[in-house]
């Protein structure tokens, strides 16, 4: 049975953002490092590395996905989608105007995962709940912004209002929530 060298590189094919991209991956290497590394594409961000943080998520053949719990090689010849792809022409989607307008940001880094699923997430439930969003937000981790801004961005862009997000955040909040 041949063995497998685990330093030898393979060609990985990947359609990214809508456009055919190769690139040379070791059998171990992780879609999340390939992407930054070996094809320069750095929106995708990691966190933890180990499937808890949420950071890294991407969307693969469109569902979320963790970058980091995948491995380049499963990736080949498959449809990735990253932040980047969200606003090729660098218009913002509706949700990335949102989140600016409800200050669902602050130091960004949980940002690019966090629209990667809900732009899965959303495709498949238009009109979440409150609760059902939270559900799905604590599949992310961000330290910055108790998630009030988030939810209202959400609540927001799905024609919602939102409740507890703005009493949460009231006490906290210490500009207004639009400039
Ligand atoms: S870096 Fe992938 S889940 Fe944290
Ligand atoms: S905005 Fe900083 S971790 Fe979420």
Redesign the pocket.
């Given at each position: 049975m041949p063995s497998l060298n685990a330093q030898a590189k393979h060609p990985v094919t990947i359609t990214l953002n809508g456009r055919t991209r190769t690139g040379h991956a070791s059998p171990r290497m992780l879609l999340?490092d390939f992407l930054r590394h070996e094809l320069g594409v750095h929106g995708t961000k990691?966190?933890?590395?180990?499937?808890?943080?949420?950071?890294?998520t991407i969307r693969l053949d469109g569902v979320a996905a963790?970058?980091?719990?995948t491995l380049a090689v499963q990736a080949d010849g498959r449809r990735v989608d990253t932040v980047e792809g969200l606003a090729p022409e660098g218009r913002m989607t509706a949700l990335q105007d949102a989140f600016n307008r409800h200050h669902a940001l602050q130091c960004g880094f949980c940002t690019a995962g966090i629209l990667m699923s809900l732009s899965d997430y959303l495709e498949r439930v238009p009109k979440p709940t409150e609760a059902e969003l939270r559900d799905m937000l604590s599949g992310h981790l961000c330290r910055c912004t108790g998630y009030a801004g988030i939810v209202r961005a959400v609540m927001d862009v799905t024609g919602q209002a939102s409740g507890n997000a703005d009493a949460e955040d009231a006490s906290s909040r210490k500009e207004p929530a639009h400039v």
């Open positions: 999340s990691v966190g933890c590395e180990h499937g808890v943080c949420g950071a890294c963790r970058a980091c719990l």
